[in-house]
């Protein structure tokens, strides 16, 4: 029986490891043939060497770089089927996500294994997965009035950074994800930082800490 080459791509040390560890333990024909941190490295290999699928957490990356990775792979890769781990709970994103039919999408939650072995079922015969969470998604998109970028703002503040930081990580000014948070916060109704969190993990936008 054929091997299913697999790339996988995730800044994430921990669950870059995890999901190497489900696939070697899943007992299918699954081989891992590289392993990146850094989406250009693995983008790099696969321009040199032949895959079948490439798993994608989406955790560091703006929606857009998301997007156009899976229309470039549509474009000069048909033959390669993206699996794409994220948090975003965005219809919106994840209906431009699958637009081209090569990509599946996992909302990261409890059921990530089981999902994540059913996408590399799926993707292994050229078809789409979407995991029932993100299902549910399409069709919607949380708080209307949020952007992606708003998103992407509300993310970082979740992982503790100062305004600086989430500024050099999506290439705004400070200024830009000050008015952003404010923003969120009046969208929210709260009135600091650690309240903006929860309450966005409560409607949703964001995962809850078990």
Not at 116 to 136: D, G, R
Not at 143 to 170: A, F, P
Request: net charge positive; hydrophobic share 40%.
């Amino acid at each position: 029986m054929r091997s299913t080459k697999v790339v996988i791509s995730d800044r994430n040390d921990i669950t870059r490891k995890g999901v190497e560890a489900i696939i070697g333990d899943s007992g299918e024909p699954y081989q891992v043939v590289g392993v990146f941190a850094n989406l250009r490295e693995a983008e790099d290999y696969l321009a040199e060497y032949a895959a079948h699928i490439l798993i994608l957490d989406d955790q560091t990356l703006t929606p857009m770089e998301v997007i156009r990775l899976v229309t470039r792979c549509h474009e000069s890769r048909p033959g390669l089927g993206i699996i794409v781990m994220s948090p975003r709970r965005d219809g919106e994103y994840i209906q431009r996500v699958m637009r081209w039919g090569n990509a599946s999408f996992l909302l990261k939650n409890g059921n990530l294994q089981e999902h994540l072995l059913k996408a590399l079922q799926f993707n292994s015969s050229h078809y789409p997965f979407i995991s029932p969470e993100a299902l549910k998604l399409l069709g919607t998109r949380p708080m209307g009035t949020l952007t992606h970028r708003d998103r992407d703002v509300l993310r970082l503040l979740e992982q503790e950074l100062q305004v600086k930081e989430i500024g050099e990580r999506l290439g705004v000014t400070a200024k830009t994800v000050y008015r952003i948070r404010d923003k969120l916060k009046k969208l929210l109704n709260v009135g600091n930082t650690d309240s903006l969190v929860d309450a966005a993990r409560k409607q949703g936008l964001l995962d809850r800490k078990e």
